[in-house]
C-alpha cells in the first residue's frame, strides 16, 4: 500500500485538489481507498481485467459511494484483446482473512475468488499462472485510452501489473512524457519479458524522468520537465 510514497507525492503537488490518478492494475482496490484518504478529492482512474476483481470493485464502490472510475481494460502495449492467467488459490475454511483484507467481506472474498489473485498477469512463466484459468481481456495502449478521454495530463501513475510493466510503458510513452510522478513496480521477472531495476530507471531516464525512491520493489519517478 505504502502510505508514505502517496503523502510525498501529495506533498510534492502541492496537496493539489482534484489530482488526476491513474491506478494500473487496482486489484482490490486496497490502494484507492489509500489514495482517496491522502489526496484531496482526487480524480482516480482504476484499471482492471480481472472479472473476478472487476466484480468486487463494482459492488463495494457501489456500497460505500467510492468515488473512482473503474476502467475495464488492460493496459498493455496493443489494442485488441489478450489472454489474461487467473491466479487463485482456495481459501481454507475455518480460516480467517489476512489483516491487510479484512476490511472485505470475508463472503465476498470466497464467492468471488479472490484468493491468490494478486499474481493473475498477461504474461506467462511464474509459478502462480502455471495452472491457471485463461480469460480473455481487452487490451488498450495507455496513449490510446489517454487520447480517447481527453487527457493531457496526469499528476501521478500507480503502476502494478505482475511482470507486464514493460508492455504497460510502451503503450504509454506519449502519456507518461506528460504525468507528473510514476510509482512502478520493477524485477517481477519470473514472469516472461519483465523489466529489471535497470531497464526500468534506464527507460523512465530516457524520457526524461528522474529517479526519486525506492521500496519493496517499486520505484518512484518524477519528471523533470516540471510536468505538475
Not at 41 to 64: G, M, Q, T, V
Not at 113 to 142: C, P, Y
Not at 147 to 174: C, L, P
Request: charged share 25%.
Amino acid at each position: 500500500m505504502d502510505t508514505k510514497v502517496k503523502e510525498y507525492v501529495n506533498k510534492e503537488l502541492g496537496s493539489k485538489c482534484g489530482a488526476i490518478i491513474f491506478e494500473i492494475g487496482a486489484h482490490y482496490g486496497e490502494d484507492t481507498l489509500d489514495m482517496l484518504r491522502v489526496f484531496d478529492s482526487p480524480k482516480i482512474y482504476c484499471f482492471e481485467p480481472d472479472p473476478r476483481s472487476l466484480n468486487f470493485l463494482h459492488k463495494y464502490f457501489s456500497a460505500n459511494s467510492i468515488d473512482a472510475e473503474i476502467v475495464d481494460v488492460a493496459l498493455f502495449n496493443k489494442n485488441g484483446e489478450s489472454d489474461f492467467l487467473m491466479s487463485y488459490a482456495p481459501y481454507p475454511e475455518g480460516v480467517a482473512l489476512p489483516e491487510k483484507y479484512q476490511w472485505i467481506d470475508e463472503n465476498d472474498y470466497r464467492s468471488f475468488r479472490l484468493n491468490n489473485a494478486g499474481g493473475s498477469s498477461l504474461k506467462k512463466g511464474h509459478e502462480a499462472v502455471k495452472d491457471a484459468e485463461t480469460v480473455s481481456v481487452q487490451t488498450m495502449r495507455l496513449d490510446t485510452w489517454a487520447q480517447e478521454n481527453n487527457i493531457t495530463h496526469v499528476d501521478f501513475i500507480w503502476v502494478d501489473v505482475q511482470g507486464a510493466e514493460r508492455e504497460v510503458v510502451e503503450g504509454g510513452e506519449q502519456t507518461l512524457k506528460n504525468t507528473s510522478f510514476v510509482w512502478i513496480e520493477y524485477g517481477e521477472t519470473k514472469y516472461e519479458g519483465a523489466m529489471t531495476r535497470g531497464q526500468t530507471i534506464e527507460f523512465f531516464s530516457r524520457i526524461g524522468f528522474e529517479y526519486v525512491m525506492s521500496r519493496d520493489n517499486n520505484m518512484l519517478f518524477r519528471n523533470k520537465n516540471g510536468n505538475g
